[in-house]
């Protein structure tokens, strides 16, 4: 089994929604991630494209955001990702699994305005946070809400 084969194994077995077709390059995959409960991103579901470089797991995956983010770490425009994690201190020990469900939900609920991708998130998280995340709940309402609740933002409220 290859190695992106493996890791689509494992994320499937978490019972992650995995997208890999055809037309996509054999290392490179779509997977669907729920926001961390507790933060302005709770509603969400969020497309994560994930493409292992030949070196990997010796070097990192290279991480975007397909649904748009309002977010310090993630550049609005391309999806790319700031994570030291990825960036600086990458372990071979490490797989797509702990990305997916510590580095990145690590990310969305404490962001780094002092080293800002999103200049306008940063600032706006170190002015205010209160504005900061409701625009981060206004994002999510208009890219990243699931079919099941798209209707009922009451919920989506409660929950954020």
Not at 1 to 28: A, P, W
Not at 137 to 147: D, I
Request: include cysteine; proline fraction near 8%.
């Amino acid at each position: 089994m290859n190695r992106t084969r493996r890791e689509i194994h494992k994320l499937s077995k978490k019972n992650y929604v995995v997208e890999h077709d055809e037309g996509m390059q054999e290392s490179s995959f779509i997977v669907t991630i729920r926001g961390p409960e507790s933060t302005p991103f709770s509603c969400g579901r969020f497309k994560i494209r994930i493409y292992l470089p030949n070196e990997f797991p010796f070097k990192s995956p290279s991480i975007g955001f397909i649904t748009r983010v309002f977010h310090p770490n993630i550049d609005e425009t391309s999806g790319s990702v700031c994570l030291d994690v990825l960036n600086q201190v990458w372990s071979p020990l490490y797989d797509v699994l702990n990305v997916i469900e510590l580095f990145l939900p690590q990310l969305l609920a404490y962001p780094n305005p002092d080293d800002p991708l999103n200049l306008e998130a940063g600032k706006l998280y170190l002015s205010s946070k209160m504005a900061y995340e409701e625009k981060v709940r206004e994002y999510v309402r208009k890219h990243a809400l699931p079919l099941e609740i798209e209707n009922d933002m009451d919920l989506c409220e409660e929950i954020s």
